[in-house]
Each structure stands twice: as structure tokens, then as C-alpha cells.
């Protein structure tokens, strides 16, 4: 019968075997599967894997230091490369969700081969696919990795993606990823962080990106999600964030009139997030959140909460 103690044993000899005395890349995300597939290497090859962790500068509020001070705690060989510059200047103009998600895949792939071929000799580029991953990968929609590698057709592939790919948690779903992780002793809040897009924040920022507009976003997203830990209900909400709208409306602050931007407030239960529920969260917590947002937020004067369900609305609002 399969254990997570069994699954850890038998694929850290696994990985021993495959992969000997060679060096292995790996990204990692701040997320839950890449986290768990580089404490399984590590265990198999400790210092042979070279975990990358990039800023796109649509990270939440001190999330880069704050992750990659985790990772470091739990003894991964890890680089942290701030890249924000990079990624917002190349979003700079740009308002159409899916060239926007274009840009960042593409800024990624760039930053992380350079990256990359700072690592002398590598052989192995790891992935912490996941079984979801794998059968959404060759349907006709195509996941994330189709999408990114579509662009690339023209000049040929990146040298890292030409590197033999180990990926272990393949054949797993969530849940035994989870499961996996708490037997290699993985924190509970690093395994049961919620779902955050690859391109972060910039798909919560309606229309254009600005580092102002990340700025606010963060500000806002913070204070909702700390307040969900306060108030006891992160771990009964499957997935949370905030959207930055592009629309100004009219407040009064003090005797002065505003005209300043609108928020929107979404949490949603799901177990895949194909199909997600916006969840009943207590009007006095909604209160509280809301009169900190606006008390504490410079340039937000409105916040909203979203009810509606996937399908038909997403999750995300780009
Ligand atoms: P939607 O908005 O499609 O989101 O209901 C479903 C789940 O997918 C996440 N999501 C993304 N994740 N790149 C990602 O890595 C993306 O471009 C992307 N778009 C949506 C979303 O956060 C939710 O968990």
C-alpha cells in the first residue's frame, strides 16, 4: 500500500540512482509542489541541487524574502534573483490579460536561462509536476509548460529546457503531495499555503501595470490575508486574493472629496479550482477588512466583494 514514508523512500533511492553525482536545476515558485519536489532532491543529492527562486515583482508583499528565508532554513542550495525591474518594464503598456501573461512566460524563460548557465555542467532540470499537470498538459487547451514552450517554437528551445527533466511527483495528486511533504517534516504553513498564479499579481491589476498600482495591490492583498489568518479562516478557504480595478469612483475623507481606485475582494472553496464556490465569510470580518483597507490603503477608497461561482465567472479576474 502506498504511504507517504514509503513514497519518500522509494523515490529518494530513485533519484540516487538516476541520477548519480550529476548537478540538478530547479525553479522554485514559493508554491507547494515545486517546494516538496526540491525536498525530495535534496534529500537524494543534497548539495548537487541548484534551486532558483525568481522575483517578477508581482509576488505578495514580502513574499521573496520571506520564502526564500524558509527555503534557506530548510537547508536548500538556493539563489534568489530579484528581477522585478525586468518584468515590469517589459509589462510597461500593456492592458490584455493574455499578452500579459505572454510577456511574463517569456521574461521567465530568460531570467531563468541566464540562471541557468551559471551552473557549470548541469545535466538534469527537475519539475514539480503533478499528476494534474501531466493530463492537463496533452489536452487540447494545453497547461502552463505547452504554452510557455508554443513561444519558443521559433529559434529553437532554451538550453534548460534541453536538459534531461526529473520530475517525482508525477504520478501524485495534491493532497499526497501535502502528505509527502509533512513526512519529510515540511512546515504546515509552507503545505498549506494557497494556490497562487504564476503570473501573480499582474493578473489581479485590470488593464495596465504600474509599480505604484503593484504597490497598492500588495498593501490591500496583505491586509485581507493576514486577516483571514487572524480570524482563523485561511485553512477553510481554498483560494484568496484581491483585484485592483480600473475604476475610479467618488468618497468622502474628512470634508475633502476623493476620487480614488476600487477593490475587489474574492475567496472561493474548491478542490481543483475547475469549478470554485465564492465563500459565506462573516460580514463583521468583511467589515473589519474593509475599513482597514480603506483607513491604511493610500488610493482606495471602495472595496467590493466578489459572489459570484466558476463557472461561469473564473477565479481570477484576468
Ligand atoms: P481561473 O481564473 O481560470 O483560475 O478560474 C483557476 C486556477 O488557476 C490559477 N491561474 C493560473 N495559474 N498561471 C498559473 O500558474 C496562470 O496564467 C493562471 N491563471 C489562473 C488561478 O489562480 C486558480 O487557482
Known amino acids: 500500500t502506498w504511504t507517504p514514508d514509503s513514497f519518500v523512500e522509494s523515490t529518494v533511492d530513485e533519484l540516487k540512482n538516476k541520477v548519480g553525482t550529476d548537478k540538478v536545476i530547479l525553479g522554485l515558485s514559493g508554491g507547494v509542489d515545486s517546494s516538496v519536489a526540491a525536498m525530495l532532491l535534496h534529500k537524494a543529492i543534497g548539495k548537487n541541487l541548484h534551486c532558483i ?7 505578495r508583499k514580502n513574499e521573496f524574502e520571506d520564502v526564500l528565508k524558509q527555503y534557506e532554513g530548510m537547508g536548500l542550495n538556493v539563489k534568489g534573483v530579484d528581477a522585478s525591474a525586468r518584468f515590469l518594464d517589459a509589462l510597461a503598456g500593456k492592458s490584455d490579460p493574455e499578452e500579459k501573461r505572454k510577456t511574463i512566460g517569456r521574461v521567465f524563460i530568460e531570467v531563468f536561462d541566464d540562471e541557468a548557465h551559471m551552473v557549470e555542467d548541469a545535466k538534469w532540470l527537475a519539475q514539480g509536476t503533478i499528476y494534474p499537470d501531466v493530463i492537463e498538459s496533452v489536452s487540447a487547451t494545453g497547461g502552463p509548460s505547452a504554452t510557455i514552450k ?8 532554451p538550453d534548460f529546457m534541453k536538459l534531461k527533466v526529473v520530475e517525482p511527483l508525477r504520478m501524485l495528486f495534491k493532497d499526497e503531495v501535502r502528505r509527502v511533504g509533512a513526512s519529510m517534516d515540511m512546515s504546515p504553513a509552507l ?9 501573480g499579481l499582474a493578473i489581479r491589476i485590470l488593464g495596465d501595470i504600474t509599480p505604484e498600482k503593484v504597490r497598492i495591490l500588495q498593501e490591500v492583498d496583505a491586509i485581507f490575508i493576514n486577516g483571514l489568518r487572524d480570524w482563523g479562516l485561511y485553512d477553510q478557504v481554498w483560494q484568496a486574493g484581491a483585484m485592483l480595478l480600473p475604476v475610479d469612483s467618488v468618497g468622502v475623507m474628512g470634508d475633502e472629496r476623493t476620487y480614488e481606485k476600487c477593490v475587489a475582494l474574492r475567496a472561493v472553496e474548491s478542490t481543483d479550482g475547475m469549478t470554485a464556490d465564492w465563500v459565506n465569510l462573516p460580514y463583521n470580518f468583511l467589515q ?10 493610500k488610493g482606495v477608497n471602495r472595496v467590493v466583494y466578489d459572489i459570484s461561482s466558476k463557472p461561469p465567472a473564473t477565479i481570477e479576474w484576468e
Not at 503545505?191 to 503570473?199: I, K, N, S
Not at 473589519?288 to 490603503?297: C, L, P, Y
Open 288 to 297: 473589519k477588512v474593509s475599513n482597514d483597507i480603506i483607513n491604511k490603503v
Open 53 to 59: 527562486f525568481v522575483n517578477n515583482g508581482l509576488l
Open 191 to 199: 503545505l498549506g499555503r494557497h494556490p497562487f498564479p504564476g503570473p
Open 150 to 157: 508554443s513561444h519558443h517554437n521559433v529559434g529553437g528551445l
